[in-house]
């Protein structure tokens, strides 16, 4: 089985600050791993992703993370956070398969303070 | 242009009711899901079709019935709702049954009362 833990329900950080949301992972098999954003009263939006290829991932809106398979974390990290980041975040895994489902993490919800 | 739509985006019913939620993606892809997002934000797989075949079925409960007319829809019916069917119910698709680029639907609130 597969699953994802996140760290820290609430995360707050000023704005111009570095965000850093964690995620760690737990999986038998090579694992895909990705960061959904999710904005009030809307869908999920993908951010990025992790297929094997390059360990940092870059994503949208200047997020990025790393995949580090001796910690299974894949960390979101931003630089510098604006007040448009605010929102929750999950971070989901799958298996490298078709037809995989995705499984999530409990979400992250990203306060920016001015 | 949306590329996965549903609806209704908001739902309110009694107990006891029956209701549908629709859902067309216009991304060409080949899968479809349905997701639950419970009141603690938290997100569950249901139901995934390719190319109209059931490939993936969670625990849910038989209430809740996919039906796949082709694979651009995806529709959700639930049976005698229930207080603990409201929830956030999340349609989302990707191509080649790869979820590594599921792009999710807005969103339908479901309140039963």
């Known amino acids: 089985a597969q699953s994802v833990t996140q760290l820290g329900s609430h995360v707050s950080v000023s704005e111009g600050a570095l965000v850093l949301l964690r995620c760690n992972y737990s999986?038998?098999?090579?694992?895909?791993l990705f960061w959904y954003v999710q904005y009030p009263n809307q869908g999920l939006q993908l951010l990025l992703k992790?297929?094997?290829?390059?360990?940092l991932v870059k994503g949208i809106n200047g997020f990025e993370a790393e995949f580090k398979k001796s910690e299974t974390s894949f960390h979101l990290t931003k630089p510098s956070a604006h007040m448009s980041d605010a929102a929750e975040y999950f971070c989901?895994?799958?298996?490298?398969?078709?037809?995989?489902?995705?499984?999530f993490g409990t979400g992250t919800r990203l306060t920016i303070i001015p | 242009d949306t590329a996965v739509s549903q609806t209704p985006k908001y739902l309110v019913t009694q107990m006891g009711n029956d209701k549908s939620i629709k859902c067309e993606q216009n991304?060409?892809?080949?899968?479809m899901y349905w997701y639950k997002q419970d009141s603690k934000k938290f997100l569950k797989i249901m139901f995934s079709?390719?190319?109209?075949?059931?490939?993936i079925n969670e625990t849910v409960p038989n209430r809740f019935s996919p039906k796949s007319p082709d694979k651009a829809h995806l529709n959700l019916h639930i049976n005698s709702l229930e207080l603990g069917d409201s929830a956030v119910y999340f349609c989302?698709?990707?191509?080649?049954?790869?979820?590594?680029?599921?792009?999710f639907g807005q969103g339908t609130r479901l309140t039963v009362v």
């Open positions: 989302a698709s990707s191509q080649r049954g790869s979820p590594t680029e599921a792009f």
């Open positions: 999986s038998s098999v090579p694992p895909y």
């Open positions: 992790y297929t094997s290829a390059a360990t």
């Open positions: 989901a895994v799958s298996k490298q398969q078709i037809n995989e489902k995705l499984t």
């Open positions: 991304l060409g892809h080949d899968t």
């Open positions: 079709y390719n190319n109209k075949e059931l490939i």
